[in-house]
């Protein structure tokens, strides 16, 4: 088993505790972060972080991590780490130390704002602004990740519609803007909103740019960029969800999920670009977002559902099939005429958490049942995978600090 860093906690009042003690173990001190989240057989969900020093093959435990209750989000940028937890709406804020190691230095809450925990939607900027979405009310508060104080705020009203409850999604940073995809689900009325939106911030200024729209597919998730500046949409119909729920209904027309794209400096999809998902993957469709290892490679990753590979018994009418290995990671290579090849040496896998981009590659963490995931190291270049290590949980984001 590799060794885990040493995390330093500042006081013994702290909220979030080590699982292990520098008495029980004395581990090596490392930059990398890796982040983990266990789900119980009750469905309690516990997010784990702890720092590396490397990532060799092995087995990372969760034995000497930092840990907290719910499903956390991560965010890094320089010598920090923000967790954003699950239960209350507070960024905690670790520091790199001198020789390895991270220890708490700040929080931020967004109660005030109206938050409930911290949402899905957030991006790093640079040392003086962060952006943290908050879904209801529809808000993007502008912060400084330096100063673990608020700048402003901006109104997202426009992103919500009514009978729909409002799902902000992976927001990216780029050049200086942020990317917020908004997303409506009504999880009762098993529907979820036409279109596509992604709104446009610029948080230096604090102020709207514009909302990409667009009624040719639904929903969508992370933007990627290519290396001309052109932004990519995959319109994913909800991780598949619009598609599951008009199968469910016997729908005989069904909208297909398909890419869209932006141009430099510009606001809005472009009116003559449309490219179905199907069209590049030879009759398959993307289950997930685009991912990426790099903005600005034009490289994008998503997963692709293969139906045929169900159980004759299960059909993609409820989220029964997620739990079936039937899906694969595929490399999309984006720009005027996108083209799509499954990526070679991963195996089909159930749906789980997403990737993370990683010093040029993706790391996309396989779990048949979320005890332990292998996590591969995916080469955008060559389009081959390879086993990198294991670990316990879901595999939940790796990041490297620098001071």
């Known amino acids: 088993m590799k060794k885990i860093a040493a995390i330093s906690l500042l006081g013994a009042s702290l909220a979030l505790t080590a699982c292990g003690t520098e008495e029980e173990d004395a581990p090596l001190a490392g930059s990398y972060v890796l982040g983990s989240v266990v789900i119980d057989a009750d469905g309690t969900r516990t997010t784990y972080v702890q720092t590396v020093e490397s990532l060799e093959d092995g087995l990372f435990t969760n034995e000497n991590a930092i840990e907290m209750p719910g499903n956390g989000v991560l965010m890094a940028g320089g010598e920090h780490l923000f967790v954003g937890l699950a239960e209350e709406p507070t960024w905690i804020r670790y520091t790199l130390q001198e020789g390895g190691g991270i220890a708490r230095t700040g929080e931020l809450s967004l109660l005030e704002y109206g938050a409930r925990y911290i949402d899905y939607g957030y991006a790093y900027v640079d040392a003086e602004h962060a952006v943290s979405v908050i879904s209801s009310p529809p808000l993007a508060v502008i912060w400084n990740p330096t100063t673990m104080e608020v700048r402003g705020t901006v109104g997202l009203e426009h992103l919500k519609h009514e009978g729909y409850d409002l ?3 992976t927001t990216v940073a780029h050049d200086g ?5 908004g997303r409506g689900s009504d999880w009762v009325g098993g529907r979820i909103l036409d279109g596509v939106a992604v709104a446009i911030l610029d ?3 604090m102020d709207l740019v514009g909302t990409a729209q667009d009624d040719r597919c639904n929903s969508g998730g992370r933007i990627v960029f290519d290396e001309a500046g052109y932004g990519y949409v995959m319109g994913d119909g909800r991780n598949y969800c619009h598609q599951m729920f008009a199968t469910a209904r016997d729908e ?7 890419i869209l794209r932006i141009a430099p400096g510009a606001t809005d999809f472009e009116a003559d670009y449309f490219h179905t ?3 590049i993957t030879g009759g398959y469709e993307s289950i997930g977002e685009f991912e990426t290892a790099q903005q600005g490679s034009g490289i994008a990753f998503s997963k692709i559902f293969y139906p045929e590979r169900l ?3 299960v059909k993609p009418v409820d989220f029964t099939f997620w739990g079936h290995p039937v899906h694969k990671t595929w490399r999309i290579v984006l720009g005027d005429t996108p083209s799509a090849q499954e990526v070679e040496g991963v195996p089909f896998s159930v749906i789980g958490f997403g990737g993370s981009g990683f010093e040029g590659k993706l790391y996309s963490g396989e779990s048949a049942d979320g005890s332990t995931s292998d996590v591969y190291e995916i080469d ?3 389009n081959q995978a390879s086993l990198k290590f294991r670990m316990d ?5 790796l990041y490297e600090l620098k001071r």
């Open 167 to 169: 799902e902000v999604w």
């Open 177 to 181: 803007l942020v990317y917020i995809p």
């Open 203 to 205: 948080p230096r200024k």
């Open 252 to 258: 005989q027309e069904i909208a297909e999920n398909c």
């Open 277 to 279: 998902v199907k069209s």
């Open 311 to 313: 159980p004759a018994e």
């Open 380 to 382: 955008p270049a060559t």
């Open 393 to 397: 949980g879901y595999f939940n984001g």
